[in-house]
């Protein structure tokens, strides 16, 4: 004895139930992805900050190099405090670099 099936179909309130259930799966899965690029963003930033505040010479090349990032794709014009412009001067920042930096620590 066999059996054949035939014509099966699915409800059409199943199949929107379904597919309801499939999206909200999909959004969860997405925001968990979120939630955890966003932790590792925030460690990256925490240990970014620690390696500045060890280095203010590091800080600086860093905001130079942000400045020349954002001029040289846009060409946009900034405007900076005179005082930050004489900080950055490379007579400023190589006092910085000749600066005794405190002992570290051995990792």
Avoid: H, W
Avoid at 10 to 35: C, F, I, N, T, Y
Avoid at 44 to 70: C, G, H
Avoid at 72 to 91: C, F, H, Y
Wanted: proline residues 7%; charged residues 25%; neutral net charge.
């Amino acid at each position: 004895m066999s059996v054949e099936i035939r014509d099966i179909s699915v409800p059409p309130a199943l199949q929107d139930a379904m597919s309801r259930q499939a999206q909200a799966e999909r959004e969860r899965l997405a925001r968990v992805l979120l939630g955890q690029a966003e932790q590792e963003v925030a460690s990256k930033f925490v240990e970014a900050a620690d390696i500045y505040a060890r280095s203010p010479a590091a800080l600086q090349l860093r905001a130079m190099n942000i400045i020349y990032e954002t001029t040289k794709e846009r060409g946009a014009t900034i405007l900076m405090p005179s005082a930050m412009v004489d900080a950055m001067n490379p007579g400023g920042l190589l006092g910085l670099l000749a600066r005794p930096q405190p002992a570290r620590e051995p990792a």
